[in-house]
């Protein structure tokens, strides 16, 4: 159990921001330790009285295991009494109706409907509306979410809210707004996303499906937003910069000349089936499925293709020097993880992802960071918040690039974060000549926006600070 005077100089300073302001966004690099930072607010604020009560929703795994394991982990916070809402109607029911006995309720998002439908009756003096922590704001920010509209919807009754993001705008400066929306309740740009949107962004094609910002908007919207953010100063985190190795392998001719027909005509045959793409958008897909072995037909079949990142695969596995996260994308890709797990390794692959359950899930993660396991598995939608794997292993492989530069960069971040004590290494497995490649240039031009969003961010505040 780690005392309090282990957290770093800026945590502190992050504690405090929190307890100090109503409406506050910490925006802090995975691994920066945000949670106990929150935490630690949130015992002083109950010690002095002025909350009797916090909400923290996060998702799911991330509310189940990663702050249960923070509570737990330090001296301060560990005396919290907490209870995680889960399980059948009938249980989270039961569990609200003993709001005093909890200093805290942890949620996951998937329940954020069902909680306010049961909260839309409470009086506005009830200490259900204290404190709301949102861990992963950046979770909330799509305008037409049903989680976002809910608690954008009751975001006035509480009296204090946090946003805790690793990564706040992952794809550009439309993220800002609803997590601005839900945290200030609508007082700093407004209640509406069309009519802010409207004013500092254009559209970029017919349809409005791609909006640009307005000449000197982003500086403006970042000067808006900037005061009520707190973040780290340059070199003030210690960082764990991972070594990203590039694997290439090639296509077979004959999966070459399908790949190929799919890119050009929007269609396959693959053995005695035509697949067929209904659009550039739907084929972009299908080739990111071949160049990973595989594609799915219009009855969800799997058809198999090629071996090359089975092969690499085998070999990883093979040569894998410690244990290994193996980070996979589609249920075809996970298929053939077990298939060459079971060739080499005894037993059901461990994995984190579809199909799990909560209770297998922590307990992989526990295996994982006990030493345990040679391979997990990973899906970077279960993994790529929150949760702390570095324990376990240094190294992470990846099937095949992703597409979101948010997942990349929070799944890396599983391992490469403070407490690591070794060097990092995430290999990626590229198909030359494919979308891989496409992946790649996304994911590294995304991630310059987010660090360049950061980079502002740090200057303002040395500025205010000077």
Known sequence: MRPLKDLRPYQQRIATALY??????????PGGGKTVAALTAIVDLLRDKVIRHAIVIAP??????????EIEAWAHTKKLNYSILNGSPRDRELLLRSWGLH???????????WLFEQLDSYPADHMAWDLLVLDEVSRLRKPSGVRAKALAKHAHRFKMIWGLSGTLRPSGPLDL??????????????????????????????????????????????????????TVAEGEMPKVEPTIVFDRVQLPDHARHKYESMRSKLMAQVKTKSVIAVS???????????????????????????????????DLMEEATGPTLIVYEYQADLEALRSAYDTLFVGPLPYLGSGVTDKQAADNIAAWNAGELPIMGL????????????????DMAWISPCWSPEYWEQTIARIARPGQTRPVVVRVCIADNTVDGLKVNRVHHKMSAQDAFEKWLRGWHATQAA
């Open 177 to 230: 707004f609803m997590p601005a929306r839900i945290v200030t309740r609508g007082r700093l740009w407004g209640r509406s996303y069309a009519k802010w949107q409207r004013e500092h962004f254009y559209p970029t094609d017919y349809m409005q499906y791609d909006w640009k910002p307005l000449p000197g908007a982003e500086d403006k919207l970042n000067a808006e937003i900037a005061p009520l953010t707190v």
């Open 60 to 69: 799911k795994r991330v509310a189940c295991v990663v702050w249960p394991d």
């Open 379 to 394: 899906h970077p939608a279960s993994g790529g918040h929150g949760l702390n794997l570095q324990h376990g292993g240094a």
């Open 280 to 314: 550039a958008a739907v084929a972009t897909g299908k080739l990111a499925q071949m160049a990973n072995g595989f594609v799915y037909d219009a009855a969800k079949a799997t058809n198999d293709l090629h071996t090359a990142k089975y092969d690499w695969l085998l």
């Open 103 to 113: 200093d805290i309720i942890l949620i996951g998002l998937d329940l954020v409907p």
């Open 20 to 29: 100090e302001n109503d409406e506050q966004l910490c925006v802090l690099r």
